[in-house]
Nanobody, 126 residues
Framework: VQLQASGGGLVQPGGSLRLSCAAS????????IAWFRQAPGKEREGVACFSSSNGRKYYADSVKGRFTMSRDAFENTVALQMNSLKPEDTAVYYCATDRTALCVEVVGWDRGMDYWGKGTQVTVSS
């Protein structure tokens, strides 16, 4: 069972990046699939979440309107399209999944999850 996040890098403010999370050993049909981030000196926080139970996506206020989460069930991947990036988006980003969590417990919080991928660094700087 493994999650692998990729797609991070260095981008200028206002730029875009697309993160991808691939699952192996299980299918991404758990209750919740989420993206978290942890900036230097700050707590980890959930920024985007997909709920399999109702098909809805949830976003933290800090990224709403700029980040979009998508899921490819056939490829067993999830993606996070990040547009209009700001320096404060600089962080290590993680994908995670959980069988019993609710997205309202995830977005904006550092909730424990069943499975975590290794993080990918996103740096927004000129």
């Amino acid at each position: 069972v493994q999650l692998q996040a990729s797609g991070g890098g260095l981008v200028q403010p206002g730029g875009s990046l697309r993160l991808s999370c691939a699952a192996s050993g299980f299918t991404l049909d758990y209750s919740v699939i989420a993206w978290f981030r942890q900036a230097p000196g700050k707590e980890r926080e959930g920024v985007a979440c997909f709920s399999s139970s109702n098909g809805r996506k949830y976003y933290a206020d800090s990224v709403k309107g700029r980040f979009t989460m998508s899921r490819d069930a056939f490829e067993n991947t999830v993606a996070l399209q990040m547009n209009s990036l700001k320096p404060e988006d600089t962080a290590v980003y993680y994908c995670a999944t959980d069988r019993t969590a609710l997205c309202v417990e995830v977005v904006g919080w550092d909730r424990g999850m069943d499975y975590w991928g290794k993080g990918t660094q996103v740096t927004v700087s000129s």
